[in-house]
């Protein structure tokens, strides 16, 4: 975990993300140090305006003051452009690049990573903690170049009037940095878990939202609520914990402060005939006390800085410890742009990393010709879906080896194995986008013409025609504006106008109408004759005519033949069959 780097190895890659952007953050640092050594050099000014203009009536001096005024705040006011306006500027730059380099890495992470991950925590990471991370990289930065120059700038104004009495209460300074690294370190650990709390609520609050229908016909509202109260009572008590912490913090910095102000007081009171030599003029008084007070300002500020800061960083080390997840391997070197759609499976074996090393496929062999169909079928959690999955790599197998045209899959680029393949599962996933762009999906320079040939052969048109805009139409989240019928026409289109080799189809009809199925049977029959398909089947009626059929059970291929074959003798296919039809069946 990354949250076990320190702060400066996260700081060091948070300035990667600013440094393309330089030239703006000199710019901003500049403006803060200007600020600081303005508003330090203001309170040096307090001295001769006692002396001078109340003290000696100095005349000249007095004629000059209100132009020095007003170009001290005309400077100040410049200062304070520069750093906010260039600092922002970076700061926005900075969450701009985190977010699209962890979007990148959302594509790039294997989806194993998803089975472990909720779509809550991650969209957490993406907007909370890149924000928190926003504020320690840049704002928090400002914060910290101005305050500190202005404290510095503070201290050169004390040593100059009276170096005994500052260096009086630079002694208790140290102190005041041992309370703020004890500070650092709980406030570190405090914003780790606040960050993972949100995640939590982010989570709950995901999966109400996408199940709502669940929700109400179950009438689980009760009880999602009392889970979405955990979470946020949950994440209340981490949020308090921070707040106290940096509450108490800023009291005992102010604390220790008070007690350096009040023995400077003493001291400079004390006559001119005292042994320390502390006794100073009623200018140079009024500018170590308001010095000293104003000192206390950015004191306090780097104080709430430091647990902002904190906050940052536990962000960061959130962040990077996602961004340094372990991508895809995409280590195949051979672009296979062309497969015939000949597919083999030689002693595979694959299981899903669950703390332990039990196949969920064990030793499964069988070969496809190209442009055969072949169907899977099996009990529920027999191995199906995991087998075809293996197929594009969206999971590694543990042994064995499966070729498409004679070339391992390892050895193939994953885009090139990918785009040898198109989907239609039983649970469609559309985007919120146009009808055309749905149907075109991660194709490029397809025509309309196109788009509506593989809509028509779909059976799509009839309600794309329905729609307001036609294939312009926005169909919402999922298509959510969608039947369920429709939604599975459209991503079978999508399928059709991929032209792909090899065709996976897991229950591609299990939404349709009787009369919406028959004629996607007849779609798929014509687009099945044109490449190698695998097909996913619960309802066996539908994969009567496969070239073949494999019967998948506790992850090993125990039957195979055709649908007659397989009902010509006693086995698994035939009390499936049997028992979907509630009634034997004979040959």
């Not at 009760?222 to 009572?233: D, G, I, W």
């Not at 015939?340 to 694959?350: M, N, R």
Request: charged share 20%.
């Amino acid at each position: 975990m990354n949250r076990g780097l320190s702060s400066a190895q996260i700081y060091s890659r948070l300035l990667g993300y600013v440094k393309p952007y330089r030239w703006a953050f000199v710019l901003a640092i500049f403006g803060n140090i200007l600020y600081g050594l303005v508003d330090a050099g203001f309170m040096k000014l307090l001295q001769p305006l006692l002396d001078e203009g109340f003290v000696s009536k100095n005349q000249v001096f007095i004629a000059w003051i209100p132009f020095i005024v007003v170009s001290v705040f005309v400077v100040r006011g410049m200062a304070t452009f520069f750093s906010t306006y260039f600092m922002g500027w970076v700061a926005r730059n900075v969450v701009r690049s985190i977010r699209q380099d962890m979007f990148a890495q959302l594509l790039r992470l294997p989806t194993s990573y998803y089975d472990k991950v909720s779509s809550g925590e991650l969209l957490s990471k993406l907007t909370y903690n890149v924000e928190q991370v926003a504020d320690a990289s840049s704002d928090a930065f400002s914060v910290l170049v101005r305050e500190s120059f202005t404290a510095v700038g503070y201290l050169i104004v004390m040593l100059s009037v009276s170096w005994r009495l500052t260096l009086y209460f630079i002694v208790t300074v140290p102190v005041m940095a041992l309370v703020m690294h004890f500070v650092s370190k709980r406030m570190r650990r405090i914003s780790g878990k606040v960050q993972d709390s949100v995640g939590g609520v982010a989570h709950v609050g995901e999966e109400a939202i996408e199940g709502q229908k669940v929700i109400k016909a179950f009438g689980g509202q009760k009880y999602e609520q009392n889970q979405f109260n955990k979470a946020t009572n949950h994440n209340l008590q981490q949020e308090m914990k921070l707040i106290s912490t940096s509450a108490i913090s800023i009291s005992a910095i102010q604390l220790i402060g008070s007690f350096a102000l009040a023995g400077v007081v003493y001291l400079a009171t004390l006559g001119p005939e005292n042994i320390l030599k502390t006794a100073i003029t009623p200018g140079g008084f009024a500018v170590i006390i308001a010095t000293m007070i104003a000192l206390l300002k950015p004191i306090k500020q780097l104080t709430k800085l430091n647990n902002n800061i904190q906050k940052g960083l536990a962000g960061a080390a959130s962040i990077f410890d996602f961004l340094d997840e372990i991508p895809e391997q995409d280590t195949g070197r051979i672009q296979h742009a062309k497969a015939v759609g000949h597919i083999e499976f030689k002693d595979v074996k694959f299981h899903y990393d669950v703390g332990q090393h039990k196949f969920n496929l064990s030793g499964v062999n069988f070969t496809v010709k190209p442009g055969e169909t072949i169907a899977f079928v099996g009990r529920s959690g027999a191995g199906k879906s995991t087998l075809v999955n293996l197929l594009p790599r969206f999971y590694e197998i543990a042994e064995g080896d499966i070729f498409i045209d004679g070339i391992k899959t390892k050895d193939m680029t994953l885009a090139s194995l990918r785009q040898s393949f198109a989907f239609v599962s039983q649970q469609v996933m559309l985007f919120n986008d146009t009808v055309a762009n749905n149907i075109a999906y991660g194709l490029e320079n397809v025509s309309e013409q196109e788009i509506i040939d593989a809509a028509e052969m779909a059976y799509c048109m009839d309600f794309i025609k329905e729609l307001p805009q036609g294939l312009q139409s926005q169909i919402g989240e999922n298509g959510v504006r969608l039947s369920g019928g429709q939604r599975q026409r459209l991503a079978i289109a999508r399928a059709i106008l991929k032209k792909a080799p090899i065709l996976i189809l897991d229950e591609a009809t299990s939404a349709l109408d009787s009369e919406s199925e028959r004629k996607i049977q007849q779609a798929l029959t014509n687009l099945m004759g044109k490449c190698t398909t695998l097909v996913i089947a619960h309802r066996l009626s539908t994969i009567e005519k496969a070239d073949r059929i494999l019967v998948i059970d506790n992850g090993k291929i125990i039957e195979s033949g055709t649908h007659q074959e397989l009902l010509n003798k006693p086995g698994v296919y035939k009390q499936l069959r049997t028992l979907q039809y509630d009634e034997p069946t004979t040959a």
